[in-house]
T-cell receptor, first 111, second 112 residues
C-alpha cells in the first residue's frame, strides 16, 4: 500500500529555474514531516523538518510547506544549481518512531 | 565529528551465512534505527531502539536481530542470510524519537 506518494518521480530542469517537488500522504495523524536528500550511493541528508503544528520551514534556497488537512507537503527550491541534483525523499512520522518514506523524486539540474 | 558510521561498506554473503552490521553514533543521541532500502519499496524500518536498553520491531523485522550495545552502538544481525535480504542497509540516530534522524552512509549487502 502506498502511504506516501511523490510526484514527479523524475524531473530535469535547466540551471536557475525555480521548482516544486510534491509529497502526499494518507495518514492524518502525523507528528512531523521531513525532507531528505540522497546522492547516488550515499546515505540520506536531512534538509528540513516541519512539525505538525507548523505550516512551513525555510533553509537557504529551500522552503518546505505542510498542509495536514489535505495530506500534502511541497519542497520549493529556488534558483536551482547543478549541485542540487539528487533524489529528494519526504517522510512522515507519527507518534511512534517509524518514518514512512516516499520513493523520492530524482532531480537533475542541467548546467 | 563523524556523525553516524557504519561498517562494513560492502558485503557479499552466501545463503545461510550470518553476519553483523555495525553502527555507531557520536552525537549522544538516545534513539537509533535500522532501515533497508530496496528499489520500488523505498526505505523501510527494520528495528529501532528508542533509548539505551530498549529495542522494538519495525515494519520488516523478520530474519533480523538487533543489539543496543550501549548508547553509541546499535548492531543488526542476520542469522541465516537469504537472497531476499539483498539490500542497502542504513543506520540512523536522533536525539529523541520524534526529532530529525541522521543517517549513516549505508552498507550494501548482496546475498547469493
Amino acid at each position: 500500500k502506498q502511504e506516501v506518494t511523490q510526484i514527479p518521480a523524475a524531473l530535469s530542469v535547466p540551471e536557475g529555474e525555480n521548482l516544486v517537488l510534491n509529497c502526499s500522504f494518507t495518514d492524518s495523524a502525523i507528528y512531523n514531516l521531513q525532507w531528505f536528500r540522497q546522492d547516488p550511493g550515499k546515505g540520506l541528508t536531512s534538509l528540513l523538518l516541519i512539525q505538525s503544528s507548523q505550516r512551513e520551514q525555510t533553509s537557504g534556497r529551500l522552503n518546505a510547506s505542510l498542509d495536514k488537512s489535505s495530506g500534502r507537503s511541497t519542497l520549493y527550491i529556488a534558483a536551482s544549481q547543478p549541485g542540487d541534483s539528487a533524489t529528494y525523499l519526504c517522510a512522515y512520522q507519527t507518534s511512534g518512531s517509524r518514518l514512512t518514506f516516499g520513493e523520492g523524486t530524482q532531480l537533475t539540474v542541467n548546467p | 565529528n563523524a556523525g553516524v558510521t557504519q561498517t562494513p561498506k560492502f558485503q557479499v554473503l552466501k545463503t545461510g551465512q550470518s553476519m553483523t552490521l555495525q553502527c555507531a553514533q557520536d552525537m549522544n543521541h538516545n534513539s537509533m534505527y535500522w532501515y533497508r532500502q530496496d528499489p520500488g519499496m523505498g526505505l523501510r524500518l527494520i528495528y529501532y531502539s528508542a533509548s539505551e536498553g530498549t529495542t522494538d520491531k519495525g515494519e520488516v523485522p523478520n530474519g533480523y536481530n538487533v543489539s543496543r550495545l550501549n548508547k553509541r552502538e546499535f548492531s543488526l544481525r542476520l542469522e541465516s542470510a537469504a537472497p531476499s535480504q539483498t539490500s542497502v542497509y542504513f543506520c540512523a540516530s536522533s536525539r529523541d524519537r520524534v526529532e530529525t534522524q541522521y543517517f549513516g552512509p549505508g552498507t550494501r549487502l548482496l546475498v547469493l
